[in-house]
């Protein structure tokens, strides 16, 4: 079972930066692979990484290389979304969310973004850039 709980989402201008959080409760924290994803009103959902807590890789969606990055604290078992060069078209509810694999099917996971490949999910926060 994992537990998944975001914070820092907020209003920003375009240009702006914002630093979300994603903090998890797990029986193994080391072996977490993690999307985050987010969902604008009407959209569908759109992955925007994957990140593996074990060694660090990430994955990241076109849309948001070179301006998104991802980073961990461990001892705090909490994964970061930095988020820079903001655009309106960011605006969206975004989400963190989970599965205990080892690396291997977290490349998989990496190589779709898939929101649909992780169960466990937060409840999500809102990013507002205007």
């Known amino acids: 079972h994992v537990q998944l709980v975001e914070s820092g989402g907020g209003l920003v201008q375009p240009g702006g930066s914002l630093r979300l959080s994603c903090a998890v409760s797990a029986r193994s924290y080391s072996q977490i692979c993690m999307i985050w994803f987010r969902q604008a009103p009407g959209k569908e959902r759109e992955g925007v990484a994957v990140?593996?807590?074990?060694?660090?890789?990430?994955y990241s969606a076109n849309s948001v290389k070179g301006r998104f990055t991802i980073s961990q604290d461990t001892p705090k078992n909490t994964v970061y979304l930095q988020m820079n060069s903001l655009k309106p078209e960011d605006t969206a509810m975004y989400y963190c969310?989970?599965?205990?694999?080892?690396?291997?099917?977290?490349?998989?996971?990496?190589?779709?973004?898939?929101?649909?490949?992780?169960?466990?999910r937060g409840q999500g926060t809102q990013v507002t850039v205007s």
């Open positions: 990140f593996y807590t074990g060694d660090g890789s990430t």
């Open positions: 969310a989970a599965e205990m694999t080892t690396p291997g099917p977290c490349r998989t996971r990496g190589a779709r973004i898939d929101p649909r490949d992780f169960y466990y």
